[in-house]
């Protein structure tokens, strides 16, 4: 005679023992499930670092092949000597994955969002600093106070490069989407 068929109806046992199997499979799959959602989500995490390190190494490329800086410092010279000299400043849209995936922005690494964070936000102050360039009049503010504008801009962005380059820093830090710094180096990004 089996040794709980005095405690335990053979009927109760398989139903123990059914439910016993059935409540491992439950953690097995939940662990699986945990598992997966972690791995998916490491993708997502190195997906967006991914597009926002291109979106900003484009822009900082841009400035530097530009020689902003020496360009700034030749355009506000021009702005004080040449009279009713000021250049057309276009409208710049450097923030379009940014903005698309801004709802998303909590997927990244602390380490990753504030240097992030921090960059996107020159560049709204950027685009406000365009918009009052763009609506100057610099007859009645006179040409000194019009380069001093232009020069405070070329300044945030080159104060832009240096975020930039700490944005992509950090994300390099945690490309591997955990939050602890990666092996990989950007030519393997």
Partial sequence: MPPFDQILAPQAQSAVIAGFFLAIGWWVVAWQSRKRDLKLRAERVRDVQRALFAEIRAYLAVLERDHIAEYGAAIATRVETEPGYFPVIPTEHNDAIFRAIVSEIHVLPRDTVDPVVLYY???NAIGAMIADLRSLDTVRIGPERAAAMYRDYISMKLGAIEL???ALGAILS???????PSNRDEDRF
């Fill in 121 to 123: 936000s020159q560049l």
């Fill in 164 to 166: 930039g380059e700490a």
């Fill in 174 to 180: 945690n490309m591997d989407g955990t939050g602890r």
